[in-house]
């Protein structure tokens, strides 16, 4: 007898085997029940989900022989239940869009419409990928699909709704198929491999439905696949080695190495890392995501439905996401990702990461990690204070009518405060503003010039809301308002104030350098 892959030996037979979309299914068979069905459906939503699978449960529910009428508990027993699920029954039709898509396959469809079922009380035409039909096949499904047979079906299948001429979304009744949490495809694999008989680690079948991305088919093929690469019991080292994956205990140790500010072993476990052969743009998308768990952690005081993830690991990151506070973990995150616009302007992933890494776990102004209160006692050592912005409001006189009196001068002492200070607040502004100068004071309105090479810089900080950061914190900083002008400058160049460049200054502390020549 050959062999069966578990996508198709466990493909759900009734509604209340399908996973993961309760809404759909309990609204279906409230329809059956109250004889209330569309001639036209869509079933809508990402691969792997359910979407073909309920088309032929609907199907068997319309045709069973043990009901006279539409069943919402189809028997599988009679004939018609057995060939819709064995893909044979002459009254359901399945075709495929992306191969059946030119108008003379809809001409020959529309032909065939007019005839009745041969066995059962409806005829059931099921397309998947309808989308993939041209304007034309659409056009002349139209008046079918508005006015079909009573005895005729039309069951639609998309992964891209949108493509669906909106002439057709108008005829049929929508639904929306969701992404299977990772929660509910782990303990559908572990019913699996129960049944089956199958030893496999617990964190192997999590690890499976994280790279399945919501999509249970996805998940069970990866399953069958593990299961004949391994030959004995199936451990969390097998699927890291077969498809690559970031191990969950590497982000955790990465980002324990952050709050402990050890810079050289973030640089240690990321080159070890590589050298097994992990995808370097997996683990930095990895690592925006196991921020966001810390963040969704620290609001949600670890909720595991918030989270998708098993219980002791939304432990784990509560307890990681008491090490930070909510600002640090925003500034972080923001680091995360603008490395990915600079590796994309680099051309390179290694280098922006490390660069990153480093400055998470090294520069004190661009993460301050606060201290866990339980490592404190009442009587002993206090925890050290937060870092909190500068204040120029002491160095700054009084005009008569009480508005600070500031000069170009004051603002270019405190320039490098004000960069700190952004760096809390949004880095990719900071950084930007890192290679302008202050140029001018007139009024109240402050002109930043850039190097005439650097238009994008001048670009980024004129959105609105990127001014409007730059403009409350400098003028929060002198107590007074100010706007903001940038300008390119030709005579200006490039800043070479190496040894005051807060990520030139941090390479240089972590490895004990100095500035041996500027030009």
């Not at 925003?330 to 680099?346: E, G, P, T």
Request: charged letters at 25%; aromatic letters at 6%; hydrophobic letters at 40%.
């Amino acid at each position: 007898m050959s062999y069966t892959v578990f996508a198709l030996k466990w493909r759900p037979q009734d509604f209340d085997e399908l996973i993961g979309q309760n809404h759909i299914c309990l609204t279906l068979k409230n329809a059956i029940q109250k004889n209330r069905l569309a001639h036209a459906y869509l079933f809508a939503g990402p691969r792997g989900v359910g979407k073909t699978s309920t088309a032929r449960i609907l199907a068997k529910a319309l045709n069973c022989k043990t009901s006279p009428t539409p069943t919402a508990h189809p028997c599988q027993k009679c004939s018609s239940c057995i060939e819709i699920s064995e893909g044979r029954s002459l009254d359901v039709i399945e075709i495929d869009g992306a191969s059946n898509r030119g108008i003379d396959e809809i001409r020959v469809l529309r032909e065939n419409v007019k005839f009745a079922p041969t066995a059962g009380k409806f005829k059931v035409y099921i397309i998947d990928e309808v989308h993939m039909l041209t304007p034309e096949a659409f056009n002349a499904l139209l008046k079918t699909l508005e006015e079909p047979p009573e005895f005729v079906k039309f069951i639609f299948a998309t992964t891209l709704p949108h493509k669906v001429i909106p002439t057709i979304l108008s005829r049929c009744q929508r639904f929306d198929f969701r992404r299977i949490s990772m929660l509910e495809i782990s303990a559908q694999l572990e019913r699996i491999v129960t049944s089956e008989k199958i030893e496999v680690d617990k964190e192997v079948l999590f690890a499976i439905a994280k790279s399945s991305d919501g999509s249970l088919r996805d998940a069970e093929s990866v399953l069958d696949q593990l299961i004949s690469f391994s030959k004995q019991r199936i451990s969390l080292k097998d699927i890291v080695s077969l498809l690559g994956l970031i191990e969950q205990e590497a982000l955790f140790e990465i980002t324990d190495k952050i709050i402990q500010k050890d810079a050289k072993s973030v640089l240690g476990l990321l080159d070890n890392l590589i050298d097994e052969g992990k995808d370097i743009s997996v683990l930095s998308n990895n690592l925006i995501e196991h921020f966001r768990n810390l963040m969704v952690a620290k609001i949600s005081r670890g909720d595991q439905k918030l989270i998708d993830l098993p219980a002791e690991i939304c432990e784990r990151l509560l307890k990681q996401s008491e090490a930070f506070s909510l600002e640090e973990i925003f500034s972080a995150f923001n680091i995360l990702v603008n490395m990915q616009d600079m590796a994309k302007r680099l051309d390179s992933l290694r280098i922006p990461l490390e660069i990153n890494l480093i400055r998470l776990a090294h520069n004190k102004k661009a993460l301050t990690t606060s201290v866990q209160p339980e490592k404190y006692s009442q009587k002993s050592d206090p925890p050290p204070a937060k870092e909190t912005p500068v204040k120029e409001e002491t160095l700054i006189e009084k005009t008569e009518n009480g508005q600070p009196s500031i000069s170009l001068h004051n603002i270019k002492d405190a320039w490098q405060n004000i960069i700190s200070n952004l760096e809390r607040i949004k880095m990719s502004v900071a950084t930007y503003l890192n290679e302008g100068q202050p140029l001018k004071l007139q009024g109240n309105t402050l002109t930043v010039s850039f190097p005439k090479d650097y238009s994008l810089h001048k670009e980024s900080l004129e959105k609105k809301e990127n001014k409007a950061i730059v403009e409350k914190s400098v003028s929060e900083l002198f107590n007074t308002n100010l706007k903001i002008n940038f300008v390119l400058s030709q005579d200006l160049k490039p800043a070479v104030d190496n040894e005051n460049n807060p990520f030139i200054k941090s390479a240089l502390e972590m490895f004990g350098g100095r500035v041996i020549k500027q030009e």
